[in-house]
């Protein structure tokens, strides 16, 4: 990988400078598959003052003139992104002739060196680390994960940290949170020596059997492994919708509140009104529900979900993760405004301090073509939803803070 870096003034016209703004933001996950075809991995653009600086991460074969070029013919959303950039645009003063984006050097430090051209960096997508609280690593050869099988494609193969790592760099996320896949100790010990042995793994979510007389010694004994940061039953694959509502299950709950351990919610519709009565029946509970609990987003079904959802307003201690939403759409054929409601509705429940955001990759690659286009989704709804700090609060803090990080 290389880093290339342009640079190029905008008219005086605050107006139409914000208008660019918000249509980058808009289509930022449209630009960015038509990008990823010509060999850029990643685009980071600045805004300062009326000076746009444009940074690409491309591969080492990337030519300027060449693969950008195709990019804007093959593109569709390119055309209109130059009519309205050549309304907006004027050359640096260092631009040689017939350039319109000037080629710099060297690629600056955004933080400081970006700064002493005349302020602070303001940049268009969300600033910050980003904290990715939901995703697997599997190795198959393990053996306990029941659900796997060869008809997953792109699943049914071992997804361990160099497979991830460079999607991480490339969306500027700096830690993450691994979530268990298989309803086992075992896995949770398997995911806990990956945390252990990778910088930027800062927790993991296991599992444990809270339907056994042991669970509280059990429990116990994971809680003193200072990776261990919450666990879950995999509610969504039992047989039984109101399982969490067993006497022993419930008991063993209470002794979670109690140590103040997170548990997780993995729910899809049918179990969400029992998990919701386990948290009323739980005081103190700190608990996340995970993938806004799987409405049907593929059919827009709101409702039964939406007012089981608004039920957990009330509950300071519940979080929800923003995570999991693209496979639950259409495959083929979604776009970030099939996702728009259910992201609004739990923003309206949980408000801006208790919502996180997670990839579920590798799953969501069922639906998304790569790890960037579930983070830039997620960017383009909520970018005129959110303010800067909402964004930090989202994308970093709100985890942070849940996980004790």
Same mark, same amino acid.
């Given at each position: ?31 960015? #598959? /038509? ?34 070029? #195709? ?13 309205? =950039? #050549? ?22 430090? $955004? @933080?400081? !060196? ?5 302020? +602070? ?69 398997? %995911? ?18 809270? +339907? &056994? ?5 059990? $429990? +116990? ?12 039953? =995999?509610? !969504? ?75 957990? #307003? +009330? ?7 923003? &995570? ?22 739990? $923003? ?16 969501? %690659? %069922?639906?998304? &073509? ?19 700090? /909402? ?6 803090? @709100?985890?942070?803070?849940?996980? /004790? %990080?």
């Amino acid at each position: 990988m290389k880093e290339i870096a342009f640079a190029l003034d905008l008219v005086d016209d605050p107006a139409g400078i914000s208008e660019y703004v918000e249509w980058h933001k808009k289509v930022w996950p449209e630009i960015m #598959r /038509g990008m990823a075809g010509t060999g850029v991995l990643a685009q980071h653009i600045y805004l300062i003052g009326n000076r746009l600086f444009m940074v690409l991460e491309v591969e080492d074969d990337f030519d300027y003139t060449r693969d950008f070029g #195709r990019y804007l013919k093959e593109t569709p959303r390119a055309a209109e992104w130059d009519t309205m =950039m #050549r309304k907006l645009q004027r050359t640096v003063p260092w631009a040689a002739e017939g350039e319109l984006w000037a080629h710099m050097e060297r690629v600056y430090d $955004l @933080n400081e !060196q970006l700064a002493k051209a005349g302020g +602070d960096p303001r940049p268009l997508q969300s600033a910050g680390p980003i904290l990715d609280t939901h995703h697997h690593l599997w190795k198959i050869e393990r053996g306990d994960y029941f659900w796997m099988s060869p008809d997953l494609d792109v699943l049914y193969r071992d997804y361990m940290p160099k497979d991830l790592e460079p999607f991480l760099r490339q969306a500027g996320v700096s830690k993450t949170i691994l979530v268990q896949a298989a309803d086992t100790e075992a896995e949770t010990e398997f %995911l806990l020596e990956i945390a252990e042995s990778c910088e930027w793994v800062a927790g993991v979510c296991g599992w444990l059997d809270m +339907d &056994s007389d042991t669970f509280p010694s059990r $429990l +116990d004994r994971f809680r003193r492994n200072p990776y261990f940061k919450s666990f879950r039953p =995999m509610l !969504q694959d039992l047989p039984e919708d109101d399982w969490i509502l067993k006497p022993r299950v419930l008991k063993n709950l209470a002794y979670v509140a109690e140590t103040g351990t997170a548990f997780e919610i993995l729910t899809r519709p049918p179990q969400l009104p029992y998990a919701v009565e386990a948290v009323k029946r739980t005081p103190g509970l700190k608990a996340v529900v995970n993938h806004i609990s799987k409405p049907f987003i593929a059919t827009g079904g709101m409702e039964p979900w939406a007012s089981q959802m608004a039920q957990f #307003r +009330d509950y300071p201690d519940i979080y929800c993760k923003l &995570s999991g939403l693209v496979t639950e759409a259409d495959h083929e054929n979604w776009q970030p405004e099939d996702l728009r409601p259910y992201v609004a509705h739990v $923003l309206d429940v949980f408000g801006i301090d208790r919502v996180m955001f997670g990839s579920d990759w590798p799953v969501a %690659l %069922l639906a998304a &073509s790569s790890y960037g286009d579930v983070v830039n989704a997620l960017r383009t709804i909520v970018g005129p939803m959110l303010s800067v700090d /909402g964004h930090r609060k989202l994308f970093h803090d @709100n985890g942070s803070r849940f996980y /004790g %990080l």
